[in-house]
């Protein structure tokens, strides 16, 4: 007997305290109508929209008439873009109360959203995306502030635009809601992606790997990153190994891989630049320095190297300009400071004549070279050798004696290929005083006697005594 009624009090403890609570969440009964309602109140705040609607589809099978449960529904599908259940429950509700000007204003707004997010995926697809990211900003998530489709669209397109710090901004908001929305975390990954960020956007591909492993975006950006960074270590690799020929090859293969991932591939167009010229490959090093700077103008490296470049390619005052500008910038490199040095001491050279040119000789010419040279374009362009064109003869003559006047006296040819510059030491053309081989001819210069072995045919000329 104490048997039994201790099963009963048990039973009865168990429909009291365990059961009562599933009935009054279930059963919109007119004694707990004022409980859901206030539950659907505390669970809109913390955004349990999911429970809200539970508990107001459980009023409205209690009460199909029930007016403010299918305003309330309304509400709550409008901030989940459901727009079609949503604006079936907002005429439902007008029916029950037609001219409610504040149901009809917010009926109004859910067509605006609507139309709103419809035209923003039109744009999205047309690439139009600062007209979308408008659409979906001052409409779509104004009056339908939960909308996930909506957040979505936005950091997609802030990620269009570019707006890589706004893009993982907004998607953390998203994954602090649900942190295994996997579009959230592919979108994130790809904002760290295109900030060199590789670290941190691995990561975030792995976690949504993890909850679906056959995800297919998700394991292209993830393979995609992973083979790129094992090219540029391939391609840094070669590089210190003093392997340049297969660095410049995987430096290329890094950049095809993705030509838009600007901030890794102004490392890489640097990278390719600095080994090209190792190579002497002037004219490539300069394009690729180019592109970096393309990327990153206010790079000192690639603008250094850049001038390295276009001292290989004897571009000497482009030179200068690269690495005047490159050492104003970080006047502490004494590497960069050398090149200038070199760049302008180049720049001054490619001004003065080049006397080795004038004779058509190498600069590694002997004395002998160099005399055979002179007497050959003297009897060329001899005066009397040309009495048609006496005046342009005359001036090339007088560069060849001056050519023969440095490259024939070894101390002055040393100082030339030193760099000095000679002509300032002696003069060209007649009436300014110093080199004259026309002498006496009004110029007041002096003398200046070739001797030929064998004579000169036709004669002497002016101030010359005869070869």
């Known amino acids: 007997m104490d048997l039994f009624r201790a099963r009963g009090l048990f039973f009865h403890l168990f429909i009291l305290f365990i059961c009562q609570p599933l009935v009054s969440s279930q059963d919109a009964k007119p004694s707990n109508v004022a409980d859901l309602f206030k539950r659907v109140s505390e669970n809109i705040q913390v955004k349990r929209f999911s429970e809200a609607l539970n508990d107001l589809n459980t009023i409205l099978e209690d009460d199909p008439n029930h007016s403010e449960a299918y305003l309330r529904r309304a509400s709550v599908l409008r901030q989940l873009c459901r727009y079609e259940e949503s604006e079936e429950s907002y005429k439902k509700y007008l029916e029950l109360k037609p001219g409610d000007s504040a ?29 979308a990211l408008d659409y979906v900003d001052k409409v779509v998530l104004v009056f339908s502030s939960s909308c996930i489709k909506a957040k979505i669209l936005k950091v997609k397109l802030m990620l269009e635009l570019k707006d890589y710090s706004g893009a993982i901004s907004e998607s953390g908001f998203i994954l602090k809601e649900d942190e295994n929305n996997l579009d959230a975390l592919l979108i994130r990954g790809r904002a760290y992606y295109y900030l060199a960020d590789h670290d ?45 020929r297969m660095a410049v090859e995987d430096f290329k293969a890094a950049l095809a891989m993705d030509p838009n991932h600007s901030a890794h591939n102004v490392h890489l167009y640097l990278g390719l630049c600095k080994v090209q010229i190792k190579l002497g490959r002037g004219k490539d090093a300069l394009d690729s320095c180019t592109e970096a700077l393309k990327i990153d103008e206010e790079l000192v490296e690639a603008l250094a190297q850049r001038g390295e470049a276009k001292i290989l390619t004897e571009d000497w005052e482009g030179a200068v300009q690269d690495l005047k500008e490159a050492y104003q910038k970080s006047s502490q490199d004494m590497s960069i400071r050398e090149s200038l040095m070199k760049a302008e001491r180049a720049l001054k050279m490619s001004k003065r004549k080049d006397w080795y040119k004038i004779l058509g000789i190498s600069k590694t010419a002997s004395i002998q070279e160099i005399k055979r040279a002179y007497k050959k374009l003297a009897l060329q362009w001899h005066p009397d050798k040309n009495v048609d064109n006496r005046e342009a003869a005359e001036e090339k003559f007088r560069e060849i004696a001056a050519a023969y006047e440095v490259l024939g006296d070894d101390e002055k040819r040393v100082r030339f290929d030193r760099g000095e510059d000679m002509e300032d030491n002696m003069g060209m053309g007649g009436g300014h005083g110093g080199f004259n081989p026309f002498g006496g001819g009004g110029g007041g210069g002096q003398q200046y006697t070739f001797h030929f072995e064998g004579g000169f045919p036709g004669g002497g000329f002016g101030g010359f005594d005869g070869f």
């Open 200 to 244: 941190v956007a691995l990561k975030h591909y792995q976690k949504g790997l993890r909850s679906d492993p056959e995800h297919s975006q998700l394991k292209k950006t993830y393979f995609g990153l992973k083979n790129l960074l094992k090219k540029t270590k391939s391609a840094e690799d070669n590089e210190s190994k003093g392997k340049f």
């Open 103 to 131: 149901a009809e204003k917010e009926l109004s707004q859910l067509l605006q959203a609507k139309n709103a997010l419809e035209t923003a995926l039109n744009l999205f697809d047309s690439k139009e995306y600062g007209k």
